[in-house]
């Protein structure tokens, strides 16, 4: 998505004391454009890696919509500041440009600036600072104190925080709503409900394959399991595309039980074709939810994958598709 807009028109940074008593350093830089303003914060903090987030400004004093993007490394923002400037999180700017809500995303710690050769969604190409830091634990820590710094601005109304969750997202955004009983509404497209191991598993038992297939799969797969176990932290070995020390702290951890854990609405919208994460998953997610007794919403979209949208459409279409499926999130928002 492109970004048709005017270049950087200034970069500051505010020293305020010290880290103990004034909290951490912060760099704004701004990208006012012709359909929005949007600024992007740096927090440098002694000892830590720099937290990054962008942030748009609303015609008013506005609710709070943070997108937490799927896995990978691919930067939610790619060339600010240039004439090639590209959003890689679907309807980020066109909700930022109706000026009616403050919209956010944070870089994950030490992802490149530009999108890595490999594609998104894998982190081989990622590179090795990327990958020594990346965790469930240590990305969650850098969206609390981004989302933590944000509802201070004055362009936010922190009473209504909206985050959505997409893919590797979901949990995220869970997580950060138990974390942070600010979040009032999360939006989970594509989301899991146990661990992600589940997931797995999942996928082998709905493959169109023979009972003698489906098994050998699954000892395949309690033998990759048993490898990322006995060396949970390590960053030099892959499986399924990411480090071992990802997997194990995203296995240790379920959408579900961080949900329990907090107070706010939920929205579920997955494609029942979802090969990456069946939707199997999160009928288990939807199921406990409701058997709380929570508010809780979830679309169901026949015949289409992981990308909510049928494959073979053209890219008008399939922008037409996805953006009906964003404005419903926001119409559910709406009707709090």
């Given at each position: 998505?492109?970004?048709?807009?005017?270049?950087?028109?200034?970069?500051?940074?505010?020293?305020?004391?010290?880290?103990?008593?004034?909290?951490?350093?912060?760099?704004?830089?701004?990208?006012?454009?012709?359909?929005?303003?949007?600024?992007?914060?740096?927090?440098?903090?002694?000892?830590?890696?720099?937290?990054?987030?962008?942030?748009?400004?609303?015609?008013?004093?506005?609710?709070?919509?943070?997108?937490?993007?799927?896995?990978?490394c691919l930067p939610p923002f790619s060339g600010l500041g240039t004439d090639n400037r590209s959003s890689t999180i679907y309807s980020w700017v066109q909700l930022a440009a109706q000026g009616r809500y403050a919209v956010?995303?944070?870089?994950?710690?030490?992802?490149?600036?530009?999108?890595?050769?490999?594609?998104?969604?894998?982190?081989?190409?990622?590179?090795?600072?990327?990958?020594?830091?990346?965790?469930?634990?240590?990305?969650l820590a850098t969206l609390e104190t981004a989302l933590r710094h944000a509802l201070g601005r004055p362009e936010v109304d922190a009473r209504r925080v909206l985050v959505i969750g997409l893919s590797e997202g979901a949990?995220?955004?869970?997580?950060?709503?138990?974390?942070?009983?600010?979040?009032?509404?999360?939006?989970?497209?594509?989301?899991?409900?146990?661990?992600?191991?589940?997931?797995?598993?999942?996928?082998?038992?709905?493959?169109?394959?023979?009972?003698?297939?489906?098994?050998?799969?699954?000892?395949?797969?309690?033998?990759?399991?048993?490898?990322?176990?006995?060396?949970?932290?390590?960053?030099?070995?892959?499986?399924?595309?990411?480090?071992?020390?990802?997997?194990?702290?995203?296995?240790?951890?379920?959408?579900?039980?961080?949900?329990?854990?907090?107070?706010?609405?939920?929205?579920?919208?997955?494609?029942?074709?979802?090969?990456a994460v069946p939707i199997l998953s999160t009928e288990a997610l939807y199921a406990q939810l409701r058997t709380q007794g929570r508010d809780v919403t979830f679309r169901r979209i026949p015949d289409v994958g992981h990308?909510?949208?049928?494959?073979?459409?053209?890219?008008?279409?399939?922008?037409?598709?996805?953006?009906?499926?964003?404005?419903?999130?926001?119409?559910?928002?709406?009707?709090?």
């Amino acid at each position: 998505m492109r970004i048709t807009s005017s270049p950087i028109l200034l970069a500051a940074v505010l020293a305020c004391g010290s880290a103990h008593a004034a909290g951490p350093r912060v760099q704004e830089e701004r990208f006012d454009t012709p359909r929005l303003q949007l600024a992007r914060l740096t927090l440098h903090e002694d000892g830590r890696a720099p937290v990054r987030y962008y942030l748009s400004k609303p015609a008013q004093r506005a609710p709070l919509v943070l997108y937490i993007q799927g896995s990978g490394c691919l930067p939610p923002f790619s060339g600010l500041g240039t004439d090639n400037r590209s959003s890689t999180i679907y309807s980020w700017v066109q909700l930022a440009a109706q000026g009616r809500y403050a919209v956010m995303s944070v870089d994950k710690p030490y992802q490149p600036d530009a999108p890595p050769p490999e594609g998104k969604g894998v982190a081989n190409g990622c590179g090795a600072a990327f990958n020594d830091h990346f965790s469930f634990n240590t990305w969650l820590a850098t969206l609390e104190t981004a989302l933590r710094h944000a509802l201070g601005r004055p362009e936010v109304d922190a009473r209504r925080v909206l985050v959505i969750g997409l893919s590797e997202g979901a949990p995220m955004a869970a997580a950060l709503a138990r974390a942070m009983p600010a979040v009032t509404d999360v939006a989970l497209v594509g989301a899991n409900g146990p661990s992600q191991l589940f997931d797995f598993a999942a996928g082998i038992h709905r493959a169109d394959a023979s009972d003698d297939d489906k098994l050998e799969r699954l000892q395949e797969l309690d033998a990759q399991y048993a490898a990322i176990a006995a060396d949970p932290r390590s960053t030099s070995k892959f499986m399924w595309g990411h480090t071992y020390l990802r997997w194990s702290s995203f296995f240790a951890h379920s959408t579900a039980a961080e949900l329990a854990r907090s107070r706010a609405r939920v929205y579920l919208v997955s494609g029942m074709r979802d090969e990456a994460v069946p939707i199997l998953s999160t009928e288990a997610l939807y199921a406990q939810l409701r058997t709380q007794g929570r508010d809780v919403t979830f679309r169901r979209i026949p015949d289409v994958g992981h990308g909510l949208v049928e494959e073979g459409l053209s890219m008008e279409e399939t922008g037409q598709r996805l953006q009906r499926e964003y404005d419903a999130i926001m119409a559910w928002f709406e009707r709090r």
